[in-house]
């Protein structure tokens, strides 16, 4: 028997060695050849499927286009290829470099549309593969098969919301799902799904997590109370707080304000307004806090009138602040009886007349 029948005799071994595929039922390599899919991403459902039953992981290589339609698109095997060798080189790089897992598979899929029946038809498709499969419990843990759902992603969210660190929270779904294997992917994932939220929305994310602990405090201080805005996307503009010992140390040393703004030294860059006094002991102390999403008029009144509301409308005698435009005329129209002077600081800094 010569070389070439061998080829034959293995080639019609792959051909007769049927795949179950979750949702397409038993298939031989006859039967996806003859496949025929609505649109691309039926196909790629049907690739998917296909390679976590065999066991590989598999990508998204070219594709085709042509007035708005995509005519053909083609998957690979994701150890298709082969490592640029200036990636393989430790000379000049920071670090060893990575393990190499393209190993040049030739494994693809391809559709064509096809303007007479208008489907998608398969073009090609190999089958074969020059490396080793996962098998059982392994294609769980294959990247291309590792996907944290939306379900896992909220449930983390409101753990963490508790003090539930992320990592519980994984046990705690690899408990209810029966296994490492059954979660659908790894506590590396899920860090970086979560990394990926906060750098695709910090503010949005964050302010909820804010507005949670937030609301969660009158349980501990009853005196507690916190305000906030929200623009017509209801996303959070401007928010106020303020506990019980500052409620009492107003009521005590209120006379005087100081309404300062840190100039937007935060992580989001928004001004952090402070409402500061002193104390008999010549100590500063805390009235209240602010994140405001700008330094308008329109701002400055609304967070004074709830400042007002917060400490029963007791009004302050004097309130200090810098040369801020906006910050005086909001002081006439909620405080106009107070005094309203100019911090001695911002006064040193201001060009001298001559």
Known sequence: MDGSENENQA???????????????????????????????????????????????????????????????????SK????????????????????QTRVNC????????????????VKKFDPEHNHELATGNQVAFVRAHRHVGTESLALTNTMTRVSI????????????????????????DLYNKLDQQRRTSPFESDSEGALSFMRGLPAKDPHFICGFTTDPEDRLVDIFWR????????????????????YKTNAYNQPLVLFVGTNNHRGSIVFGAALISDETVE???????????????????????????????????VMPEARHRLCI?????????T
């Open 11 to 77: 080639h019609e071994g792959v051909e007769d060695v049927a795949v179950d595929v979750p949702g397409f039922g038993s298939l031989k390599i006859a039967d996806v050849r003859d496949l025929t899919f609505e649109t691309v991403e039926e196909a790629e459902k049907f690739y998917f499927a296909y390679s976590a039953s065999v066991g590989f992981g598999c990508r998204r290589d070219d594709k085709g286009e042509s007035k708005g339609r995509i005519r053909w698109r083609q998957w690979v095997c």
């Open 299 to 333: 701002t400055y009144t609304w967070l004074l009138r709830i400042f007002l509301e917060s400490m029963n409308g007791k009004m302050p005698k004097a309130v200090l602040t810098d040369s801020d435009e906006a910050m005086r005329q909001a002081i006439e129209t």
């Open 243 to 262: 506990d019980g010992h500052s409620y009492v140390d107003y009521q005590c040393y209120g006379d005087v304000v100081i309404f300062d703004s840190t």
């Open 106 to 121: 030739a494994a693809r899929f391809r559709i064509n549309y096809n303007d007479t029946s208008g489907v998608y038809v």
């Open 165 to 188: 660190r992320p990592c519980h929270t994984y046990e705690y779904m690899v408990e209810q799902a029966g296994g490492y294997s059954a979660v659908g992917f790894t506590i590396k």
């Open 80 to 99: 298709e290829g082969t490592r640029d060798k200036k990636y393989l080189e430790a000379d000049g790089l920071g670090r060893t470099p990575r393990k």
């Open 345 to 353: 600081w911002h006064i040193a800094k201001m060009p001298r007349l």
